[in-house]
């Protein structure tokens, strides 16, 4: 049997206390029979209630048993469509351009150590030199 698919417009819909989907790391999770449980209150879940909640989630610290709890109400996975929101903490992870400026300065501050070892050695060789000439 294959999981059910939504888009964030599916989801979307399921935004009231009667009806609650949040999205947490690309999963969708049918919260409407948590909300009244929730240690947090209903004011938070509702809040986010239809839309990608991965952060706010996140954000609190959840602990494993939260995380567990979660799972009784996966009803599916989310269905990425262009021009959907990405959560945060993916978008870092997977964004090209934060690395490879990170890499830059890696690699420039490779350069500078290496040059900067080179000009001491042959400093160093040159003094030598110019005391072995003095003597
Ligand atoms: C269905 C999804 C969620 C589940 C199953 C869940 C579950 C829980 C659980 C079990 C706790 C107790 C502390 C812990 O074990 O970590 C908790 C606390 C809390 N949750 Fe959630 N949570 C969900 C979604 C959210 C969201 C989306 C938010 C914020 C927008 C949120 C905000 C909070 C806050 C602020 C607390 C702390 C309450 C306190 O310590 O006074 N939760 N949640």
């Known amino acids: 049997m294959s999981v059910q698919e939504f888009t964030y417009q599916d989801v979307a819909e399921h935004n009231t206390k009667k009806d609650l989907f949040l999205v947490i790391h690309d999963k969708v999770y049918d919260s409407t029979k948590f909300i009244d449980e929730h240690p947090g209150g ?50 870092s992870a997977v964004a090209p351009p934060a690395d490879t400026s990170g890499a830059g300065m890696g690699t420039a501050l490779y350069a500078f150590v290496f040059i900067g070892g080179l000009a001491a050695y042959f400093g160093y060789q040159y003094l030598q030199q110019s005391q072995e000439a003095q003597a």
């Open 42 to 91: 209903e004011e938070v879940l509702l809040d986010v209630g239809g839309q990608d909640a991965t952060e706010a989630f996140e954000d609190v610290g959840h602990s494993d048993e939260a995380r567990e709890t979660l799972e009784k109400y996966f009803v599916g996975n989310v269905k990425r469509q262009p021009g959907d929101p990405t959560p945060k903490a993916t978008a």
